[in-house]
Each structure stands twice: as C-alpha cells, then as structure tokens.
C-alpha cells in the first residue's frame, strides 16, 4: 500500500515537472511580451521530429538535434510573427499565435502525414528500478531530475545574470525597462530561446515517455500547462512553474484516486478545480507584482 | 552642450498642450518649470525626452536634432526623466532597481551592483538595498528613483514633481539631493514642481507655462515680481 502510494506519488511529480517545464517556457513569454503563445507546442512537436531524425545514431545527437531545433524555430517565429506586432494588444496577439500554430501544424502534416511514429528513444530508461523496496521506474527519476535541473538553471540565470535581470525587469514593466537601456530585441529573443530549450527538454522526456511523435503533439501538454499558469498568476513566473507543477500533479493524482467509472471525466474534475481556484484568488496563487501599475 | 526644444507645440484633438513653446537646458543649472494644472508642463517634458512627438518644432542635444527618436535612444544620449509615481520594478530588491539602469548600458552584473552601492549609499538607502522595492517608504522609493535615474549617468535630469506627497522634512532632504546631484554629476535638471518654496529656493531659472504657452522665463526673484505671472498663477500666494 505504502509502496504504491510512492509510485503515484513519483508518477505524479514526474509529470508535474513536465508541466511545470511547459509552463514556465510560456509564462517567460508571457512575461516579455503578454502573448500567449500556443505556438509552443509546435516547438515541442519540432523538437520531437528532430528527435525521430537522429534518435538511430546517437541519443546525445537526438538531444542536441531537439534543442537546436526548437531554439532555432522559436527565433524564427519571433523574427518573423511577433516582432512585426510588437505593442499590439493582447487579443491581436494570442491570434497571431493560433495562426502560427496551425500553420505550422498543418505544414508539419503536408510534409509528414499526421501518422504517428514509433521512436525507440532512451529506451533503457523504461526499465525499473527498485529503492527501498519500492519498484520505480527510471524515466521517471530521469524527468524528474531534469526537471529540477532546469528550474534551477532558469531561477539562477533569471536571478544572477545580466540579461535575467534585464528579462525579469521586462516582464515587469517593459516601457520602463526600455527606458533604462534595456535593448528590447535581445531581451525577447533570448526569452524565445529559452522557450525553445524548454520545450526541446520537455519533447525528449515526454517522447522517450510514449515512444511516438505526430504533428498534434505537445497541444495538449501546452493547453494544461497554459491553465497551469492561469492559475499560478499570469505573469508571475514562480507562479507559473508552481501552476503547472501542481496542474499535472493533479491529473495523476485524479487519475489514481477517481473510482474507474469517473476517471473518463478526469479533465472535467481538473477544469472544475481550476474554476474553484480563480473564483477563490482571481490573480493566481502567486500574482505578479506590477502587473496593474505599468505605463 | 544644451538640451533645447524649439518652437514645439502638441495637440491633443482639439486641445492645445504646448503652442509654440521655446525652451533651453544648460548643463549645471537647476531650472524650474512651473504653471497651473493643465498648463502643458508633464507634456513637455514627455516631449524633452522622447515619449511625446512634437506636431510642430524640435528637440536638440548640444545640436543634434533629436525629434522622432524612442524614450531608449533619448535615455541613451543621457536624456533621463522621471515620472510623476515612482515606477520602481516592485518584484526586484532596491538594489538591482539600480541595477537595471547600469546593465542597460552594458556593464556586467557584478560591477553594476558594486555601482549600484555606490549610489544607494549617497542617498542614504544602502541598508534597504537586498529588501524588495515593495518594501520601501514613500521618501525612500523616491531617492531610489533618484538613485536609478542617475545610473544612467545622465546630463540632462528631468524630475516630474519629484517632492509631491512628500513631508515638509523630506521635500528638504530631496532639494538637498537634488543640488547634490547637480554637484556631483554636473548635470542639467529641470524640476516640474509646485512647492512655490521649493521651487524658489532650489532653481536657478523659471520658465513659467500658462495654457500651454510660454508666460514668462527669468531669474526666481524676476518671476516672483512679474505681473503677468501674478496673474496668472501666482496669485496672492506669491507673496
């Protein structure tokens, strides 16, 4: 009982920090310039194909490949879709975003078929491994290490680097922070990068997960991880990664304890929880500060 | 080496904030600007230093026309304002406030927050310098502000009521702040203010704007007896 109680438990942060990942490379965004990127999961699915292409050879390769990837689409989309609507009003903007998205989505499908494909990747991570007489299995320790890591990494460049200053006092009042000297350009591009090191890192995790990659993937990883940060309080980037952490902690959590009969309805519960928490703190869990004082 | 607007005027649909509006900043010198509400001073400024375009006339630094140029290039070319509310970065401490200004003109972080000391510590703020900028007093977020505009090294300073809200006390620690800053530094300042004393005692030279209009510019003890400013702005009160 104890021990399967660990493994929901594991099972449960492991897919917590994916979201929390995802959220996070969305509330940066969000942050830099209020859009609402959906094109995110196009990031994640790039990665993923990339992963596909080079997966045979190496999976150093098949990382780097993901990280290279979505790094570069994510410039991409900024140079191309989003600096030309800079300043234009958030509605305009998360617009622009589902546009992106599909297009991409439906390029991916022209030029690939929407077909999934099976990608043995980090396959000797599906094996178990038992602590303390808990049976467990490796991935899962694997995500979650690597989530931790990149948390870490994203405070620590976000608190101790010249460019996470500037990045985290955009976020905060972006006029202002022009004002100051801050270059507007590099503060966003580099935003979008990290978006796209994010999202290659949660590609790699989630497709050694499933051992598939389509076009349609990562949509709904975004879309929950998206509420995550509704609820962890727009703008606010701790917010955001607790918001999705505790998003994706919840969905494995319903699914273990619903009765079988219920656990169809299992995002029905999620969403109901969510609208709960927005009547009870309509500015998230962790609001952002300064979000209602900007010029 | 003076920052200059000339002839400038700003409509808003069929108000006019600035007619015809000439007016020069030397380096050194404290300049006041002063008016009743609605006199066309914050638009001024918003025009001194980038956030507003002129309809008619231009902006000069040491004569480079400037006119149509972003808030950033005009804070780069060391044109630095502040705002009637402080807008501090509430999610960073005091310190990397500060900060922000110095990384903005491409120092690293180390020796932006040894600068940022620095300063924090001529305006008396050093011992808040790792609080968050949500923690500090009114006075204090004020001397903060000071203290982030000046990272900018600035030599033209423009301070929109920088004494508004504040305590007789604390409006005197700021007029010494500010001349502090004049000696330091060397810059140029111009002061929106409405504190008559203040004003009086702290500015080398007034410019007196009335609907938009220049009304008169002079030495203090010129405009305290100028009868068209009497009328109309001063009042009674001025004596």
Redesign the interface.
């Known amino acids: 009982m104890m021990g399967q109680a660990i493994q929901v438990l594991v099972d449960a942060v492991s897919v917590g920090g994916l979201y929390a990942l995802t959220a996070l490379g969305i509330g940066l965004i969000f942050g830099v310039m209020r859009l609402i990127n959906f094109a995110h999961a196009q990031l994640i699915m790039i990665a993923g194909y990339a992963v596909l292409l080079f997966f045979a050879q190496s999976a150093a390769l098949a990382v780097l490949g993901a990280v290279v990837g979505a790094v570069l689409l994510a410039l991409l989309i900024e140079r191309t879709a989003f600096r030309p609507l800079r300043g234009a009003d958030p509605a305009t903007l998360l617009i622009a975003s589902f546009a992106v998205s599909f297009f991409i989505e439906k390029t991916m499908i022209m030029l690939v078929g929407s077909r999934p494909k099976g990608v043995d990747f980090l396959s000797a991570l599906a094996r178990q491994v038992e602590i303390a007489g808990v049976r467990l299995q490796l991935l899962q320790l694997v995500t979650i290490l690597v989530s931790v890591v990149l948390l870490v990494a994203t405070t620590w460049f976000l608190k101790?680097?010249?460019l996470g200053?500037?990045m985290?006092?955009a976020a905060?009042?972006f006029?202002?922070?022009?004002?100051?000297?801050?270059?507007?350009n590099r503060v966003i591009a580099t935003a979008f990068a990290i978006s796209g090191l994010l999202a290659a890192a949660v590609a790699c995790l989630f497709v050694a997960q499933t051992g598939l990659v389509q076009p349609r993937m990562g949509l709904q990883l975004v879309i929950i991880a998206f509420v995550g940060t509704v609820i962890g309080g727009l703008g606010s980037l701790p917010g955001a990664a607790f918001g999705g952490f505790l998003v994706g902690v919840a969905t494995i959590l319903l699914q273990a304890l619903l009765p079988p009969e219920l656990r169809v309805f299992r995002e029905a519960f999620l969403f109901l929880a969510v609208a709960v928490v927005l009547v009870v703190r309509p500015q998230g869990l962790i609001p952002?500060?300064?979000l209602k004082?900007r010029? | 080496m003076e920052l200059a607007a000339e002839r400038v005027s700003v409509r808003f649909g069929g108000l006019v904030a600035n007619d015809d509006v000439s007016l020069a900043i030397a380096p050194g010198e404290v300049l006041g600007l002063i008016g009743p509400n609605g006199a066309g001073k914050t638009t001024l400024v918003n025009i001194l230093s980038g956030f507003q375009r002129p309809h008619a006339g231009a902006i000069r630094l040491a004569g480079t026309e400037m006119t149509g140029r972003?808030?950033?290039a005009f804070?780069?070319a060391g044109i630095?304002?502040s705002?009637q509310?402080v807008?501090l970065?509430?999610?960073?401490t005091v310190s990397?406030n500060v900060?922000?200004?110095l990384?903005?003109?491409g120092?690293?972080?180390a020796e932006?927050r040894r600068r940022a000391l620095a300063l924090l510590a001529d305006f008396d703020l050093l011992h808040r310098a790792a609080q968050p900028a949500?923690a500090l007093s009114y006075g204090e977020e004020r001397r903060a502000g000071l203290a982030?505009a000046l990272?900018?090294e600035p030599r033209f300073l423009l301070l929109d009521e920088p004494a508004a809200g504040l305590a007789a006390a604390e409006a005197e620690e700021l007029k010494r702040a500010i001349l502090s800053i004049r000696e330091r530094h060397g810059c140029g300042i111009l002061v929106i203010e409405h504190n008559m004393a203040l004003v009086m005692s702290l500015c080398d030279r007034i410019h007196v704007l009335g609907g938009g209009r220049t009304i008169a510019s002079g030495r203090p003890d010129e405009i305290r007896a100028d009868p068209a400013v009497r009328t109309a702005y001063l009042g009674s009160t001025a004596a």
């Open positions: 101790s680097t010249r200053l500037e985290r006092a905060e009042n006029r202002m922070a022009e004002v100051l000297g801050i270059r507007a952002a500060r300064g004082e010029i | 972003k808030p950033g804070a780069r630095v304002r705002f509310a807008r970065f509430r999610g960073l990397e900060e922000v200004g990384v903005g003109r120092l690293g972080r932006a949500s982030r990272a900018l």
